[in-house]
């Protein structure tokens, strides 16, 4: 390793600590951007249990009254889009930022002022979504809003417009941050990553960047022509005027499917970190988990249809989604084979993330085994709008992507904060979540199956379907008393928990070889890199054991400066938007033009840095 | 977003591709889709309309509240000219970039105008045309042809400006010297995503002027 001068070295003073609310509005430092996401996607996450929870208790017996149809419509539709858009993907996001750079070896993202504008129309989106229920006008026509439920003659109220403009603006912060995580992986790597030597967690956060760039424009497009239809009155999919509902489900399942690998994808990466430092073990087949995870999302382009079954596309358009849904089985189950022969054999650490990554294994192998059962038309006619879809889509994102996503928060939390969790809260935390996760949507498919309807805000007494929905209610009241657990975890380990060490699981990535949590500039010295686990490499040439880094003073150390220009674009760009959310409001859609305008000329013509 | 990399002192990137440039072919690659939903949209609906007026053909159409035979929209030569001018602009600003890393003022400044010029005149072009086509009976929701036509090419046209903004920055720049030729990257970053602009207009052209 050789030290590597960043830019004017020398005559400056060391970056002086950074404190204060402004500090946090100004930052373009990708960690505390990761932070940001962190703790603005958590909230949101709670908010959208809470809405599950209400959901729960609707349904916990027959007949109930405690939700009207229509609140509970609300309910299950903010539930779905804000666990999906403001819960999964910036909680994924979180971990982008904060961990990409490390693991590559990078100071900072490729464009550290995009990366704050990112988060900030993020944040303002997740805010105009949820600004509806101010207005009793949330969103309520379930979260892949079918045409033509959604036009003005059967949804006359705000509550469509809000779902579109609220989407819309978390639109563009996914874009934006997409092209940032794209050319920072590809561009910012450390002398000696090779592409087939990069951390697996960087391998799927890439392959999830590209489905961004590439299903998202088509979502985009679809909300604008909802727009129009409901503002200026087209008839893109108002079957009076000519236009097709059914298109709204092409072009809407286009993008959704895609975005069921966006959701996965990342906690794939973070699982395939975490068995093989957990199992002191190279992860097992790395090229095959490389280039199964780019079929999967190739494959991911060519099935949408297979959420379209029930509308009659005919036998062709039937075998071929068939077939091909059935074909994503293959490059899943070599991921999943992979992971066993990670871990098998492996001298194995029975610590809160592996608990949370093995649980991850077992839930996923469900979803992914009842995914395939409906893959087939026949069967999918049986399932589909039943509870049993319910159960499979929650064994896969939630027994899937929050089960990895919380293996990553125990994972890399004392790298993010200096502190230990707690091992036994911790392991409470999973027991408490396995159990209350199963009790809750095991019984869904058994519901399903018996024809329970899903979306519908009760059901009558005597069509047996009491005793499992009392379970599930029940079953979700553990569900959401487990992240209780995690919060006082969280909150004691931050208060008096046990200081982290620069490598406290004997991780085999760089990030674990900078002080805990890192210091601003990441890296005093650039590294560089001979394989693929690095500081396992690093260990063993040192007979076993790693010094703990100093921390240093940084001085001559070249950072980006501090910026408010995105959070004024930012707050331009959301402001145009919500000009089109009633009806068109003129005034509004210029003022956020030409606050947008300003904000992107000043900070195209700031200093980049100090 | 001009000078905003962490990396800018640390030329060598991992790839040996410009952070800047690879950026803008990432935004480019994803603009893809936006307007290849946006042409799958316009043929989907073509021929679906209910009512005239229609691109090629006469048809019945509501003319000042009542109904009359509405003659075809499209008329090509206008069109055909508008399309070799933005193709022209494309030419005109790779000049421009030869003249700013050549460090040749007049050059770089001349024929960055002209581009300029270029794009001015085809938004003229497009703007004359839609108002045409209103008083030929074609309104924005008169029809399915008429509003994804409009969808589309407004859009493209909504892109186009912004370019156009874009190269009135950078010319501001050469003319006040700010455009040295180890800043030629400035222009170039302007130019990629104008010839992206031209390219999909030469998508759109045949698929929805020309095609029958
Ligand atoms: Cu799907």
Redesign the interface.
Known sequence: MSTIA???AGTEAAPAEKKGLWSWITTVDHKRIGILYGVTAFIFFLLGGLEALLIRWQLGAPDKTFLSPEAYNQLFTMHGTTMIFLGVMPLSAMFFNYFIPLQIG?????????NAYSYWVFLFGGLVLNASFLFNAAPDMGWFAYANLTSKQFSPGLNVDFWIIGLQILGIAS?AA???F??TI????APG?KMMRMPMFVWMSLITQVLL??????I???L??LM?DRN?????FVPS????PV?WQH?FWLFGHPEVYILILPAFGVVSEILPVFSRKPLFGYAAMVFSGCFIAFLGFGVWSHHMFSTGLGPMADTVFSLGTMLIAIPTGVKIFNWIGTVWGGSIQYKTPMYFALGFVAMFIIGGLSGVMHASPPADLQQTDSYFIVAHFHYVLFGGSIFALTAGAYYWFPKMTGRMLSEGLGKVHFWLMFIGFNLTFAPMHILGLNGMPRRVYTYSAGMGFEFWNAIETAGSLILGFSFLVFIVNILKSLKSGEVATADPWHGATLEWSIPSPPQEWNFAVEPTVDGRDPLWELRRANGGTLPEPARVSGKGI???SPSYWPIVTAFGTAMTLVGFLMHVTLWVILAGLAITMIG??S???E???H | ??????????PP???G?D?RK??IW??I???C??FA??IS?YL??KG???VGPLPHEASQCMLHGEMTACEPIFEIPLVTFGTAVLLFSSFFVVLALNGAQKGNRKQLIGWLSATVVCGLFFIGMQVYEFQHFYHKGLG??T??FG??FY?LTGFHGAHVTIGIIWLV?VLILALRGKLPPEKALNLELAALYWHFVDVVWIVIFPVVYLMR
């Open positions: 960043m830019g004017h990078a100071r900072d993202v490729a464009f550290p002022r995009l874009l997409a092209v940032n794209f050319v590809l561009n910012l790597r990553m760039l590439l299903a998202f424009p088509i985009t497009v679809a604008v022509l129009l200026f009155g087209t008839h893109f005027g000519g236009g097709d298109l072009l070249h950072l980006p992107i000329f900070w195209a013509f200093p980049a840095d | 977003m001009a000078h905003d990399t962490a990396h800018a002192m640390h990137t991992a790839t591709l952070t690879l950026a990432t935004f690659g994803s603009e889709l936006f939903t946006l949209n989907v609906y679906h309309s209910l924005y929701t029809n399915l509003s994804s969808t920055t």
